[in-house]
C-alpha cells in the first residue's frame, strides 16, 4: 500500500500457500473481464516489486490520456486512453492520496499523504516541475478557475490550506470536517464542497456527525456546513452538468445499538447523501439492497445528461449504476427519508456491476459513453460500456504476478465477501486501516453494555493482549473468531485467510508523527511534559508508585507494558473495571479516548475522568504542566 | 492584587454591571461654561436595539462588525444581525456559554472567537466548537478577551492568558511563572503582528514582543497609591481593563482614567483634564495614532488627538445628548435626537464610518451624520 511498506513485503516460504494465494486472487479477477489488457510495458512483471495500488484515475481534458494514481508505488502513470499503453511513469512522493488537473489542464498537482507534499506536474513534459511541502496528510488538490489558489485537504489537521497557485506557498487554512479529505468544485466554480472521513466531536453515544464544508472559491472562507446527521465517513462527491445534483458517498454506522447481528443491514448502511437545487434539503439515499449490499461506498461520477449515477463500492467489489430520474422521484415520494429502507434501490438501482478488487476513483469519458474504475487491489482498471452497463475490459497495470501473503491479507481486510451477506469488512471500520473515531456496542450483552472505543491498527503488532478488556492473546484470536463470530457473522475463515490477514495487520506501521521535530528533539513543552511522564515524584515530594506512573504502565515504545489494571474508569454499564494499557501510538489521532470513549480529549482523560489520581498521579499538576504532558504525549 | 481582593473580583464585576443604573443616576459634574465655536466633531444617528426588536438579551457586553454582519456577545446568548435579521447561537448551538464577554474575527478565514463565561467558543461556517479548561488547554473558562493575529488566538482569562497555536492545536499559557504577571485576572487582549498587549486586573499592561518572545510590564509609576502623584509618567492605574494597539500606539483603559503611550511617551487622560466623561473607563479602542473612542459608565467618548466628543443620554433627564470639549476646555452643547442605548458602554467596533455601541441596555449602532446635522 505504500512505500513504508515496501520493506515488508514478503511472500511465503510454503509453495502451497502461494499457490493457494494465486489462486484466490484468480478466481477474484476471473469474474471481471471479458478481455483483459496488459497496460505496463516498461517493466515487467517479473521485474517489479510493489503492487501499483491504482487509487484514483483521470482523463486529460482531451481524453486522449488517463492519469492513474498509484498508491503502491508512488506514481502517477500515463497511459494512452485508446490504447492504455503506457506512456510514461512519472515518479511523485510517499503513499500520494489525491491529484486534480489544473483548469487548463497544463499541470497536474498530487498530494502525497506520508511525506506532506504537493507534487506539481507539467503535463506537456511529464515531469515534476515542483515539490511543495504543505500540511499533514494531504489527501486531495484542487485548483480554483482563475487559477491563482489552491486548495488542498489535510486528513490529520482536518483542514483546508489555501496556497498560492504559482509558489505553493500556504496563505491560510479553513477549518474542515475531521480527516478532511476530497474536495470538488461546483460546475460554476464558485464554490468548493469538502468531505472529511472521520466524523466530527459530538457527545458520548450520540449519532456521528459529520458535514459538507462549502467554501466561497473567491474569497476562500467557509460559506456553509451542510450537516450530515448520522454519518461517519464521507468520500468523494460528484456533481451534475448543471449543478443542480450534488452527492457523496457516506457510511452510516449503527454503532449506538448492540451489534447483534448483520441481518437488514445491521452494521452499517451504505448511502449517498444527494443535496443541491434538484433535491431541496439534503437526503440520503440507500444504495444497499437486501443480501445485496453496497459496503464501503468511495467515489461518484454522473453521467453528462445527468441520467445515471455510478457509485463505486470497495468492499463489495462493484459499480452501482443509478436512474437519477427515478431516485429524484423516489426522494419526492419520501420525504420523511429512506435510509433504513432496503427495498428503496430497487426503485433506481439499475444494476450492480461486479469489477475488480476493492474498486475506488472513478472517470467518465466526456461523452459518457466508457466508465473506468481503479481497482485498487488487483492493480486493474475496469472499462465499463455505459451503454450496456458491462465490462468492456480489464487493464491490468504491471505490478508483481505473484500475490504475496501480505497484499492476499489486505484483499480481505477490505472485502466484505467474508461477512454475511457480504455487508461488511475490516477496512468499514477501519478507514483505510487506521480507525474510525466512533463507540461501538459490540458484543450481545444488552444495550449499552460494554461500550468500547475503535482502537488503531497502526503499530497494533506485538501488542497483545488484544480487546480492552485484553482477553484476545493474539492476532489471529482478534481477527479470527472474534471478528468471525462478533462482527461479521460468518462461516470460519480459512487458515490462510486468517494467516495472511494476520500478516497484513501486524504490518500496519505507524504513519509520520507530526508532532516530532526533525531528529527527533524535543521542544520545552514536549521536554516538561516528558519529564512528568517519566517522573516517580509528585510535586509535593511523595514517591508515587510504580504502578500509578504514566511511564511504567505505558512503557516501551509503543506505550504498553501490555499489562491489565483498573484505573478508575469503570462505568456503571461495564463488566468489568480493568483493561489493558492502551498503546500510545498516535495518540494525538485518535479522539475519543479511554475505553469507552468518554473521553472527548486527551484533557478529559485527566481534568474529568481521574478524580482519585487512579490513572497517573496527574492531580497534582498545574494546568500549564498537564498540557505539557499532552504535548509530550503528541509525539507519541 | 491581595488574595482577599481577588476572591472579591468577580463579585465586583457582577456589581458594577448591575449597578449601571445607579450610576448612570449620579449627579453630573459641575460643567465649565460653553464655548460658541465648537471643533467640527462626528455626528451620529443612533440606531438601537434591544429585545424589542431582535436582541436576545439587552446586557450587550462586546460588538464585533464582520463587513455586513453584526456580532452581538449578550447575556443570553451570541446573536448575528444579517439581513435586517438577528439570529442567536446559544449553547443548544454548542456555545460554552450563554453570556459572550468578548469576540474576535479571524479576517483570513472569517471565523468568529467568542469568549464566554464558561469557555472559549469558535463560529466557522455556522459550526461552533468550544474550548474549556476541562477538554482543552485553555488555562480557564472565563474569557474576558481575544483577539487573533495570524494563526495565533490570543486569549485573557480569569486565571492567567494562553494562546492558541491554530496550526499545531499546541497551547500556550502565560502566568505568573512566565511572565512579569503580578495577578492573573486578565481582562482583554490586542494581538498585531509586531506586538501583543493584555490588559491585567490588578498588574498594568502586560507586553509580549512577537519577534523577540521576550515580555515586558508596564506599571502604574504610583504602585497602588490611588492619588497620581506621577502624571504622564507611565500607566494611569493597574487595574487595567482594556488595550488596543494600532498604529504602533498602545491605549490602555483603567477604572482609573486612560493612557496612551508612543513607545517614548505616556499621556494620561482624566475627567479633571480633559474630555472624558467617567475615569470609570470599560472599553476603548483606537482608530489610529491619535483618534480613539472610550467606553465609560458615564458615556461613550471620542477623542481626536485635540479635542473631545460624548455622545450619550443626559445624566439629569436621559435625553439624547452630545458634547463637544475643545483644546482649552470648552464644552458645546450639540443639538442631537438621538443617543447610544445606554451610557454604559461595554464594547465598540467601527463599520465603515459608522460605529456599534455594546451597553449594557441595548446595542447601538452610530450612523454616521453630515456635518451641521441635527439628527
Known amino acids: 500500500m505504500s512505500v513504508a511498506l515496501t520493506s515488508r513485503h514478503r511472500t511465503l516460504q510454503a509453495g502451497v500457500i502461494t499457490t493457494l494465494s494465486l489462486l484466490v486472487c484468480a478466481l477474484f479477477s476471473a469474474a471481471l473481464a471479458n478481455k483483459t489488457v496488459q497496460a505496463d510495458e516498461q517493466t515487467s512483471a517479473a521485474e517489479a516489486t510493489d503492487y501499483a495500488s491504482p487509487l484514483e484515475i483521470l482523463f486529460s481534458p482531451d481524453g486522449a490520456r488517463l492519469y492513474v494514481l ?37 499541470r497536474l498537482f498530487v498530494t502525497n499523504s506520508w511525506d506532506d507534499t504537493l507534487s506539481v506536474i507539467d503535463t506537456s513534459k511529464l515531469e515534476v516541475i515542483a515539490t511543495w511541502p504543505v500540511a499533514a496528510e494531504p489527501s486531495s488538490v ?48 464558485t464554490k468548493l464542497y469538502a468531505t472529511h472521513v472521520y466524523p466530527n466531536p459530538s457527545p458520548h453515544r450520540t449519532a456521528p456527525e459529520s458535514e459538507i464544508t462549502v467554501i466561497d472559491v473567491a474569497r476562500a472562507v467557509v460559506l456553509d456546513r451542510i450537516p450530515l446527521h448520522g454519518i461517519a465517513g464521507v468520500f468523494h462527491i460528484a456533481f451534475s452538468a448543471d449543478g443542480r445534483l450534488g452527492a457523496v458517498a457516506d457510511y452510516h454506522p449503527k454503532n449506538l445499538v448492540p451489534l447483534a447481528h448483520l441481518e437488514h443491514g ?60 427515478h431516485m429524484l422521484q423516489s426522494i419526492r415520494q419520501h420525504p420523511g427519508g429512506l435510509v433504513q429502507d432496503l427495498s428503496a434501490s430497487a426503485n433506481y438501482v439499475i444494476t450492480r456491476i461486479p469489477v475488480g478488487l476493492n474498486p475506488r476513483g472513478l472517470a467518465l469519458s466526456r461523452n459518457g459513453r466508457t466508465l473506468l474504475v481503479a481497482n485498487r487491489l488487483d492493480d486493474t482498471i475496469s472499462a465499463i460500456d455505459t451503454n450496456t452497463n458491462r465490462l468492456s475490459s480489464s487493464i491490468k497495470l504491471a505490478g508483481p504476478a505473484r500475490i504475496s501473503a501480505l497484499r492476499h491479507g489486505e484483499q480481505t481486510f477490505y472485502s466484505a465477501r467474508q461477512s454475511f451477506q457480504a455487508q461488511i469488512a475490516c477496512a468499514n471500520c477501519h478507514i483505510d486501516s487506521t480507525f474510525d473515531g466512533l463507540t461501538w456496542d459490540l458484543e450481545p450483552d444488552g444495550f449499552g453494555r460494554d461500550i ?32 468471525e463470530k462478533y462482527f461479521w457473522r460468518s462461516e470460519q475463515w480459512s487458515d490462510l485467510t486468517l494467516a495472511d490477514l494476520t500478516v497484513y495487520v501486524r504490518s500496519l506501521d505507524p504513519r509520520p508523527n507530526r508532532w516530532k521535530l526533525p531528529g527527533y528533539d524535543l521542544t520545552p513543552a514536549q521536554e516538561q511534559g516528558k519529564a512528568i511522564f517519566d517522573r516517580a515524584v509528585d510535586k509535593f515530594g511523595k514517591p508515587i508508585p510504580e504502578y500509578n506512573r504514566c511511564s511504567y504502565c505505558h512503557s516501551g515504545p509503543k506505550g504498553t507494558n501490555q499489562k491489565i ?5 469503570r462505568k456503571s454499564t461495564d463488566n468489568t473495571g480493568r483493561f489493558k494499557s492502551a498503546p500510545l501510538t ?9 475505553h469507552d470513549g468518554s473521553a472527548q480529549t486527551m484533557e478529559e482523560i485527566w481534568t474529568v475522568y481521574n478524580p482519585e489520581d487512579k490513572h497517573g498521579r496527574t492531580n497534582d499538576l498545574t494546568k500549564d504542566e498537564l498540557n505539557n504532558l499532552i504535548e509530550y504525549l503528541r509525539t507519541r | 492584587m491581595k488574595k482577599s481582593l481577588r476572591l472579591a473580583i468577580p463579585l465586583c464585576m457582577a456589581l458594577s454591571v448591575l449597578a449601571t443604573t445607579a450610576i448612570a443616576a449620579q449627579a453630573v459634574p459641575a460643567q465649565p461654561q460653553l464655548a460658541p465655536a465648537p471643533p467640527s466633531m462626528p455626528m451620529y444617528r443612533f440606531e438601537n436595539f434591544t429585545t424589542a426588536n431582535g436582541l436576545p438579551n439587552n446586557h450587550v457586553f462586546c460588538v464585533l462588525v464582520d463587513g455586513d454582519r453584526i456580532w452581538a456577545g449578550t447575556e443570553d446568548g451570541l446573536a448575528l444581525y444579517e439581513n435586517h435579521t438577528w439570529k442567536t447561537y446559544n449553547t443548544r448551538d454548542g456555545l460554552a456559554h450563554r453570556a459572550v464577554l468578548s469576540l474576535a474575527l479571524d479576517k483570513r478565514t472569517g471565523d468568529v472567537w467568542a469568549g464566554t463565561m464558561a469557555g472559549l467558543s469558535r463560529i466557522s461556517g455556522g459550526r461552533i466548537d468550544s474550548f474549556t ?29 494562553c494562546k492558541l497555536n491554530l496550526r499545531t492545536s499546541q497551547w500556550a499559557l502565560y502566568n505568573e511563572r512566565n ?3 503580578n495577578e492573573i485576572w486578565v481582562y482583554g487582549v490586542s494581538a498585531t503582528p509586531t506586538k501583543v498587549y493584555y490588559a491585567v486586573w490588578g498588574s498594568g499592561v502586560l507586553e509580549y514582543d512577537q519577534k523577540t518572545g521576550r515580555w515586558d510590564k508596564y506599571d502604574d509609576p504610583d504602585g497602588e497609591n490611588e492619588m497620581v502623584l506621577f502624571k504622564d509618567q507611565g500607566l494611569i492605574h493597574e487595574i487595567v481593563t482594556s488595550v488596543s494597539y494600532v498604529d504602533n500606539i498602545l491605549w490602555a483603559a483603567t477604572y482609573f482614567g486612560d493612557s496612551r503611550y508612543d513607545g517614548r511617551y505616556w499621556h494620561n487622560f482624566l475627567t479633571k483634564d480633559s474630555g472624558l466623561p467617567s475615569n470609570f473607563t470599560n472599553t476603548l479602542k483606537g482608530v489610529d495614532a491619535t483618534h480613539a473612542w472610550f467606553g465609560t459608565d458615564k458615556g461613550l467618548a471620542y477623542y481626536d488627538g485635540v479635542n473631545w466628543a460624548v455622545y450619550r443620554p443626559s445624566l439629569k433627564d436621559g435625553k439624547p445628548e452630545m458634547t463637544v470639549r475643545n483644546a482649552a476646555g470648552n464644552i458645546t452643547a450639540i443639538p442631537v435626537t438621538t443617543a447610544p442605548a445606554h451610557n454604559y458602554v461595554l464594547g465598540i467596533d467601527f463599520q465603515g464610518d459608522d460605529i456599534w455601541v455594546a451597553t449594557a441596555k441595548g446595542l447601538s449602532h452610530g450612523i454616521r451624520q453630515p456635518r451641521n446635522s441635527t439628527k
Open chain 1, 565 to 569: 489494571f483498573d484505573v478508575g474508569t
Open chain 2, 179 to 181: 511572565t512579569p504577571m
Open chain 1, 142 to 189: 484542487v485548483e480554483d478557475p482563475s487559477q491563482k489558489q489552491l486548495f488542498v485537504a489535510n486528513r490529520i489537521s482536518s483542514d483546508i490550506a489555501v496556497l498560492d497557485a504559482q509558489t505553493g506557498v500556504e496563505q491560510k487554512r479553513l477549518l474542515a470536517g475531521r480527516g478532511a479529505s476530497y474536495l470538488a468544485l461546483s460546475p460554476d466554480g
Open chain 1, 586 to 594: 498516535a495518540i494525538a489521532l485518535t479522539a475519543p479516548y479511554l
Open chain 1, 452 to 483: 468500547v472505543d475503535n482502537k488503531l491498527l497502526e503499530g497494533v503488532k506485538d501488542t497483545q493482549p488484544y480487546k480492552w478488556t485484553g482477553t484476545n492473546p493474539n492476532i489471529p484470536t482478534e481477527c479470527g473468531p472474534r471478528t
Open chain 1, 266 to 325: 445491521g452494521a452499517f448502511e451504505d448511502t449517498l447523501t444527494v443535496f443541491g437545487a434538484d433535491v431541496g434539503k439534503p437526503f440520503e439515499v440507500p444504495l444497499d439492497e437486501l443480501e445485496r449490499y453496497a459496503s464501503q461506498p468511495f467515489d461518484i461520477a454522473i453521467s453528462p445528461d445527468k441520467a445515471r449515477l455510478y457509485v463505486t463500492s470497495g468492499g463489495s467489489e462493484i459499480v452501482t449504476v443509478i436512474d437519477v430520474a
Open chain 2, 133 to 161: 479548561q476541562l477538554n482543552s488547554g485553555l488555562s480557564n473558562d472565563v474569557v474576558y478577551g481575544v483577539s487573533v493575529e495570524g494563526e495565533n488566538v490570543w486569549v485573557a482569562t480569569a486565571a492567567g492568558a
Open chain 1, 70 to 106: 498509484c498508491q503502491g508505488t508512488s506514481e502517477i502513470r500515463v497511459l494512452n486512453a485508446s490504447t492504455y499503453a503506457v506512456i510514461k511513469n512519472i515518479k511523485v512522493g510517499a503513499v500520494p492520496r489525491g491529484f486534480s488537473l489544473a483548469p487548463d489542464g497544463a
